[in-house]
């Protein structure tokens, strides 16, 4: 019996050792590794790529980047720029507390601010030729007033812009002023002026700065309510 189990393990042995050589054949699929990859391989179809064509290929396998999207175009109507400044005036001392009162409803602030400015307090008003020529002509168109039976004149004058013209009338109101230019041109005398005249002085005038187009017309709204107050652009300082 031990005799049989020895040959038989040493029988066992031989097989084993053939099988590992290879003398019994080598079954699918079970080359070693150098085998294996011989067979896979098949050199003469191997052809080296240049550097353009790798990145050629290696940019095939790449989706398509998306293009930049355009900028939204710009909207046709432009914002309205704010006005840089106006000014109302002038206002009378006695209606400077009413108009600030009115205007205090606009809630600007230190965009709001008083100033003073230059004003003529009208008196009277004169109706007037304007010198022309100096002397001569003056005493040419004073021949010609009195030839139309003119003789209600003066000649001024004094050294100032008005020497040599010719005063045809002084009247309390712009309204008579305009009548007597209306009787003069009838009677054949052109070129014809009216001249308010009174004391120099100043006055309250009230700027607004940077304000919108709303806001404006509302102050316009609230100097329509004064005599003489009138809305224009602040002008430059000197």
């Not at 790449?62 to 720029?81: D, I, L, T």
């Amino acid at each position: 019996m031990l005799k049989f189990v020895f040959w038989a393990l040493l029988g066992l042995n031989a097989l084993l050792f053939a099988y590992g050589r290879g003398y019994l054949g080598t079954p699918a699929g079970s080359e070693r590794e150098p085998a294996r990859l011989k067979n896979q391989l098949a050199v003469e179809r191997i052809a080296l790529l240049g550097e353009a064509e790798a990145k050629a290929l290696a940019g095939a396998g790449q989706p398509a980047a998306e293009a930049p999207a355009e900028p939204a175009a710009p909207s046709s109507a432009p914002a309205a720029a704010p006005l840089a400044c106006v000014q109302a005036g002038p206002i009378a001392a006695g209606d400077t507390r009413r108009f600030e009162t009115r205007a205090a409803r606009l809630d600007l602030g230190e965009r709001q601010s008083r100033i003073s400015v230059p004003f003529q307090e009208v008196s009277s008003y004169m109706v007037y030729l304007p010198p022309a020529g100096g002397k001569e002509g003056a005493d040419r168109r004073t021949a010609e007033l009195k030839e139309r039976g003119i003789e209600n004149f003066f000649v001024m004058q004094g050294e100032s812009a008005m020497k040599y013209a010719i005063s045809l009338g002084v009247f309390k109101t712009e309204a008579a002023a305009q009548t007597q230019v209306g009787i003069l041109g009838r009677q054949g005398v052109r070129g014809v002026r009216i001249l308010p005249r009174g004391p120099q002085g100043t006055r309250a005038a009230y700027q607004f700065r940077n304000i919108d187009a709303d806001t404006r017309t509302r102050i316009a709204d609230i100097a329509k309510a004064f005599p003489g107050a009138q809305l224009q652009d602040c002008l430059p300082a000197r």
